[in-house]
Nanobody, 115 residues
C-alpha cells in the first residue's frame, strides 16, 4: 500500500500550487480521502475532505474559498488545488485514505509560502 504526494515546493504569497496524491495497493475508489497539514511545532490539522464518489467535499474554515479538493478514481489520485496562498499555509501536507477502520497515510510534501 502506498500514498505518494507530490507538487509541494516554495511559492510566494498569493501564488498557487497543486498537490497530487497517487494511491496504489488498495481499492482507491471506495476510500474517502483527506488532506491534512502540520506546521512546525503545531498539531496536524484537517484541511479538506472528499468522499469516495467525489460528490461531498468539506474544508477547514482557514482554507475555504482558496483550496479545492478533487479526485480522479480512474487515476487513483486525489488533488488539492491551493490558490491565494498565505505564509500561514506553510506546512507539510499529508494525504489520508480512510474506509471504516482502515486508513493509510502518505509521507507528506512540504509547502513553503514565503517571499
Amino acid at each position: 500500500v502506498q500514498l505518494v504526494e507530490s507538487g509541494g515546493g516554495l511559492v510566494q504569497p498569493g501564488g498557487s500550487l497543486r498537490l497530487s496524491c497517487t494511491a496504489s495497493g488498495f481499492t482507491f475508489s471506495i476510500y474517502d480521502m483527506r488532506w491534512y497539514r502540520q506546521a512546525q511545532g503545531k498539531e496536524r490539522e484537517l484541511v479538506a475532505a472528499i468522499n469516495s464518489g467525489g460528490g461531498s467535499r468539506n474544508y477547514a474554515d482557514s482554507v475555504k474559498g482558496r483550496f479545492t479538493i478533487s479526485r480522479d478514481n480512474a487515476k487513483n489520485t486525489v488533488y488539492l488545488q491551493m490558490n491565494s496562498l498565505k505564509p500561514e499555509d506553510t506546512a507539510v501536507y499529508f494525504c489520508h485514505a480512510v474506509w471504516g477502520s482502515n486508513f493509510y497515510w502518505g509521507q507528506g510534501t512540504q509547502v513553503t509560502v514565503s517571499s
